[in-house]
């Protein structure tokens, strides 16, 4: 039989597991045709298999495996003259455990009679099982889990010879793995366990119920209304209590109530929450702490449930039979058998959001059909089981229950709790003959804890139960099952649960934070997610005044009411008596104008009082205002194109705001007006400032809103603030602004992340939670730090990183250097990092805790290194492996250390092959043949060095070169003509007036080229147009600054000046000119020279990708003469290569008379323009290159021709030249 005929008919064989001290042994039978066994191990939850050993038989004995740390394991058959690794056999996977074996048991009976176990144990394990025999049979029982190495036994009720034993046991798969048991110690127990507990007077603990006005738990019929068929249901674990916390609330401490305060209020977040009592409250008996032998609590325990929001408990009926009598005074559901219990009256159903609940507390022997029956004929929909498995402390599930949870599922009921265990335990999913899915938590752990006997009960989870009717069906079904893990907080003796959540993360530490959420999800099993989690949010309402900003907040905000009523109408014309308007006055729908034409806002304002007002003044400032007789009116668009503008234009007299004495009055009225409804507390001014910085088509761009006097604005917001003293939210400068349809620039135009960080602190200002907005951090970090991670790759490319990071600020220093993907990948612990408000590295180093994230201590320490210079530090290569930006730095400090240590003269490093340089800066650091290593380094950046691609012309042509694979950018001559570059010296200029770092000294020193060391030069002639002063015997061009300068104003202020594209221009000046710049340039780069080709379209696309002509287009074709002249002169001079790929492309710029140096080109065409430099450099291109990539050529377009679909058929000849027919919009 070959080989693929016996994999094909091989099933999976079983595989039998036995453990020892150290030891894990396998055993199967043998398959037919093996000649032998290979045996893989994996760490559990990981299918990561290795081999460990191969055996011949049937038996593996594997030893010195780690005692404590469960494996997977299975076993391979194969063949030899298959060869190696070809298996044609495969076990099914099997978890074994080693477990050390408890050693040196002792047994101490004290002088109270109890007895005391000790023992040895040096491997980690999740706890031990005690197990006694009281008859001498040789046969032991379970009697108590213990977490630690002792225990002492105050519950053992046997008395004589007991003999014990102890083993260690590990969950793995939701099952216990048992050590073997130690050796057994011997007791002789006495009858009589020690004088009976003292019998306290409790009366002095009893009081009435408070008055819990916040609750949502109506009355005694159980009824919860509202209009809605869906409801939240959230389950709690054990309330136990134990003896300590019980004795300080008896001393009349309010340990209760912080126990619960620390889950931070959750419960009163859902629709209805339970709780399950696992402990009688009875004043009238002995507690716990007085009788070690009973589980009551004192009742006050049921006044810190009612402030907690818990809603009902559900009683462990392994213990109580009914409700307890105490709880009778307390507005609390009492969950028994098949009943609800509140004020002593009985009822079945508890309608929660218009969804009748049954539920049902039993124990795990119990039938339960005949309750699901009876809640089904009351009304029940939806059926809670809360089932007493009649053990405690175990996190192991038993057969048994599975089995008696089947039945439950099948008798009729819709979820499964379970509780008395006080562990937590594995979560289910019960598939039923009907189809139903019922979900099984077998145990949730205890909201309020005895004493822990393992790390099972110092974890637990809140179940989260979305119930929802099927529309169609009319049913109610399990929409969603999720769960919030916890763990318990230790405060002196008392143990507190606190939410696992990311701001409860300081309280544990990052490391055992993330370990314990592990716990939990481990413990509770895949079969259920993580719930997400937030406050049910208090209903509010905002006035809304002001901008188009104002007008965006609280969009789909369910939670919020808005009054939009008085947007884009200006505060200072709001003011002054009511009037009756025209309809014919103002268009259907325009409720802005209404209210601006028929005034009468301090009436409306009286009337109409929101939570809190929320306002800017951006459009007071922007918008003209008209007087009509005594009424002022607001000159926005809707009001400029109503019918009453139209017929009182004549008549309207628009006033000067600008003017002090014009716009104080009228704000003053305002503020009146304003203050006297509203609370100054609840008053939040929105202040607005110009980004300058704005976003638009995928990339940023400066630019600036002109529509708005900021000086003004500010003058009005600081007057507005001196007078109300309202709430402020000052961080508009930390986001960047959104270019319109129109390809305007506004101030108010922003972001969703902006506005929804207004909208969030205006919320916070409302419900008093936040004071003023005026600091640094006072936008919210996440918001920005999911628009930095969307927005990385463009921020750097744009040049944006200081508008986005502060100067500062080590941690914004450290978000500048990574990646958008990695901080996507880490955003938790990023989004942490920012929220710890540390400013400075060492406050970072000190402070901060990485936790378990070792990948982002390790980049972090790589940042921190690199700034320093420190580049023998081995935590830089986590920033080469992982491509961050921070690889820029890195290549900048290598050039230093080469140019520095004389290794590379001159050496320029790009982003590639940083590796190889790190490991050879190590190797040099380290003394290891200095000598060797420099020459190793010399010669391999000798033939991989990258060319360094100076520019001569437009800025823009930096872009090109940072575009280009094989290139780094050089100097950016950008700026100056080239007519002027060697013209000689103005002798007679004194250049002391001149700062010698500015574009003017540059000029008239000529010292264009004394800092540049590039390989190829990237030339073009836009600046050639510039008009030239003739100075003497010198020529100057009109660079920027030139006429601001000192210099100018000194010396050539009666100069002539020309303009060299006009027909009175010498033609010979400007070809000798040319000429000599083609000369000095070819000595200087020899034949590495790339001219692009330079053209003057008479239309441009504004930012939106509408087309649009240029307002200044005279003498364009005079211009075109020049440049064209010029560019021909140089390629016959230098016999250079030609990019020739403008003409195919239009501008991008929103301002109509851009100079032509300023004109930023469609993204395309840095591409291809980038493509053909890495072509020439390579020396696989033609000298002129001039053919665009077709298919990226098709769709630039046919976008412009979606964005300009009334586009003309000469409109499409001139713009797509050759391929207008394809785009034929006529």
């Known amino acids: 039989m070959n080989f693929m005929q016996l994999r094909e008919r091989q099933p999976k064989f079983p595989v039998t597991v036995k453990t020892g001290e150290g030891v894990v042994e396998l055993i199967w039978n043998k398959i037919e045709y093996a000649d032998g066994y290979r045996v893989f191990a994996s760490p559990v939850g990981k299918n990561h298999f290795v081999g460990v050993i191969n055996v011949k038989g049937t038996t593996a004995v594997m030893k010195k495996r780690a005692n404590g740390v469960p494996m997977q394991y299975k076993v391979k058959a ?20 080693p477990l050390e074996t408890p050693r040196k048991l002792t047994a101490i009976v004290g002088s109270d009679g109890i007895c005391t176990l000790s023992w040895r144990y040096n491997s980690q394990c999740d706890g031990f099982k005690i197990y006694a025999d009281s008859n001498e049979s040789g046969k032991y029982s379970f009697v108590c889990y213990s977490g630690k190495n002792s225990c002492r036994l105050d519950s053992f009720t046997k008395s004589g010879k007991v003999s014990f034993v102890v083993r260690s046991f590990i969950m793995t798969g939701h099952m216990e793995k048992l050590s073997v048991s130690s050796a057994p110690a011997e007791a002789v127990l006495p009858k009589s366990k020690g004088a009976k507990a003292v019998q306290f007077d409790h009366s002095m603990i009893r009081k009435t119920a408070g008055d819990y006005n916040a609750r949502r738990f109506a009355g005694k019929d159980g009824r919860l209304c509202n209009d809605h068929h869906k409801c939240t249901v959230m389950i709690g674990g054990d309330i136990t209590v134990s003896a300590e916390m019980q004795k300080n609330a008896a001393k009349g401490m309010p340990v209760f109530d912080e126990a619960f305060s620390s889950l931070g209020g959750i419960f009163g977040s859902f629709d209805f929450s339970v709780a399950m009592l696992d402990t009688d409250i ?12 009973v589980i009551n609590c004192p009742s006050t325990i049921a006044d810190a449930v009612c402030k907690s929001g818990i809603d009902a408990l559900a009683v462990n009926a392994g213990l109580l039979q009914r409700a307890p009598q105490s709880l009778e005074k307390y507005p609390l559901t009492v969950i028994t058998e098949n009943d609800c219990t509140q004020g002593g009256e009985k009822f079945s159903i508890v309608n929660i959001n218009n969804i009748n609940v049954g539920f049902i507390s039993a124990t795990v022997n119990k039938d339960i059909s005949q309750y699901v029956s009876q809640l089904r004929k009351a009304g029940a929909e939806y059926i809670f089981f809360f089932c007493s498995w009649n053990e405690r402390h175990t996190p192991a599930v038993k057969p048994k229950w599975r089995n008696q949870a089947v039945k439950a599922a099948e008798s009729g009921a819709d979820i499964i709790i379970g509780n008395g265990l006080n562990a937590i335990a594995e979560y289910d999913v019960i598939e039923c003959a009907d189809g139903r899915r019922v979900p099984v938590a077998y145990s949730l752990g205890s909201l309020i804890p005895a004493d822990p006997a393992t790390r099972f009960e110092k974890i637990g989870a809140l179940l989260c139960v979305r119930l929802k009717r099927d529309t169609a069906t009319g049913k109610v079904n399990t929409d969603l099952c999720g769960y919030i893990p916890y763990a318990f907080k230790d405060y002196g003796t008392e143990h507190r649960a606190v939410l696992l959540s990311d701001d409860n993360a300081r309280y544990f530490g990052l490391s055992v934070y993330d370990t314990l959420k592990k716990q939990v999800a481990t413990a509770l099993g895949s079969k259920i997610e ?55 006055y103002f268009r259907d729908g325009v409720v802005p104008l209404y209210y601006n034409l028929s005034k009468g806002y301090d009436e409306y304002l009286a009337e109409n009082k929101a939570d809190a007002l929320i306002t800017d003044l951006y459009y007071a400032v922007s918008t003209p205002v008209y007087r009509l007789g005594d009424s ?14 139209e017929e009182n234009k004549s008549q309207l007299k628009r006033l000067d705001i600008k003017d002090e004495a014009v716009w104080k009055p009228l704000l003053d009225k305002f503020i009146d007006s304003v203050t006297a409804v509203y609370d100054r507390e609840k008053i939040i001014l929105v202040r607005i400032t110009d980004p300058k910085l704005y976003y638009v088509n995928g990339r940023y761009v400066r630019s600036t809103d002109r529509s708005c006097n900021f000086r003004l604005l500010l003058d009005m917001e600081n007057y507005f603030i001196r007078r109300v003293s309202p709430k402020v939210i000052d961080i508009s400068r930390f986001y960047p602004g959104v270019i319109n349809k129109r390809g305007r620039s506004y101030a108010v135009c922003r972001d969703e992340h902006f506005r929804n960080n207004i909208s969030l602190i205006a919320k916070s200002i409302c419900s008093g939670k936040k004071a003023n907005y005026v600091n640094s951090l006072a936008y919210d970090p996440e918001i920005w730090l999911t628009e930095v991670a969307e927005n990385l790759d463009i921020i750097k490319a744009g040049k944006a990183d200081s508008f986005f990071f502060g100067t500062n600020n080590a941690v914004d220093y450290f978000i500048s250097r990574l990646s958008r993907d990695f901080i996507c990948a880490e955003f938790k612990d990023i989004l942490r990092l920012k929220t710890s408000e540390l400013v400075t590295f060492n406050e970072i180093r000190a402070c901060y805790d990485f936790g378990r994230n070792t990948v982002l201590k390790r980049v972090y320490n790589g940042i921190c290194a690199i700034r320093k210079g420190d580049i023998a530090n081995a935590d830089i290569d986590e920033i080469i492996r992982l491509g961050l930006y921070a690889q820029s730095d890195l290549a900048k400090t290598l050039e230093s250390f080469y140019n520095k240590n ?27 043949d200095k000598d060797a290593v420099a020459q190793l380094a010399r010669r391999y950046y000798e033939k991989h060095r990258p060319v360094i691609l100076d520019v001569f012309g437009r800025a823009d042509g930096g872009d090109i ?18 007519l002027t570059v060697c013209s000689e010296k103005p002798a007679d200029i004194d250049l002391s007036y001149i700062d010698d770092k500015s574009a003017v000294f540059t000029e008239l020193t000529r010292s264009y080229f004394a800092n540049t060391h590039g390989d190829w030069l990237l030339v073009d002639f836009s600046d050639i147009v510039k008009p030239i002063y003739r100075h003497r015997s010198a020529y100057v061009a009109l660079i920027d600054e030139l006429c601001c300068s000192m210099a100018y104003r000194a010396f050539m202020t009666d100069d002539d000046v020309f303009e060299p594209f006009k027909e009175n221009a010498d033609s010979k ?14 000595a200087k780069y020899g034949k590495n020279i790339i001219l692009r080709k330079t053209y003057l379209p008479l239309n441009r696309l504004d930012i939106t990708g509408r087309i649009r002509p240029f307002d200044d287009t005279e003498f364009i074709t005079e211009k075109e003469n020049l440049i064209s002249r010029a560019e021909e002169i140089f390629v016959k ?16 710029c929103a301002d109509k008379n851009a100079d032509i140096s300023e004109r930023m080109l469609e993204s395309d065409f840095y591409k291809e323009a980038a493509g053909a430099v890495d072509r020439i450099i390579s020396g696989t291109s033609k000298k002129t290159v001039n053919n665009v990539d077709i298919v990226g050529y098709l769709e630039r377009c046919e976008r412009i021709r979606k964005d300009n679909p009334d586009m003309s058929a000469e409109l499409s000849s001139e713009i797509f030249g050759g391929a207008s027919e394809i785009f034929m919009t006529e």
């Open 78 to 97: 194969f063949r030899i003259a298959d060869g190696p690794d070809n298996f044609f056999g495969e076990s099914e996977i099997v978890i074994a455990c």
């Open 282 to 293: 009875n004043d009238k008996k002995a507690y716990t702490f007085e009788d070690s032998r």
């Open 530 to 584: 993580l719930a997400r989690y937030a406050e049910k949010p208090e209903q509010q309402s905002f006035a809304l005044l002001g901008s188009a900003l104002i007008s965006e907040l609280f969009k789909d905000d369910n939670d919020i009411e808005t009054d939009r009523s008085h947007l884009f109408i200006s505060q200072l014309t709001m003011n002054g008596a009511h009037c009756d308007v025209d309809e014919k």
């Open 632 to 645: 002022l009116y607001s000159g926005g668009k809707a009001f400029i194109q109503s019918r009453f503008y």
């Open 902 to 928: 004389g290794i590379i003269r001159n050496c320029v490093l790009s982003t590639k092959d940083l590796s190889f340089y790190l490991k050879c800066a190590r190797l040099w650091m380290a003394g290891t």
């Open 961 to 978: 070169s940072e575009l280009a694979d094989g290139t780094v950018k050089g100097s950016v001559i950008s700026g100056y003509s080239a």
């Open 1069 to 1082: 000046f400007i070809e000798k000119a040319i000429s000599d710049f083609a000369r000095t340039i070819k």
């Open 1133 to 1148: 001079c230098t016999d250079c290569y030609t990019i020739d790929y403008e003409s195919r492309y239009l501008p991008v």
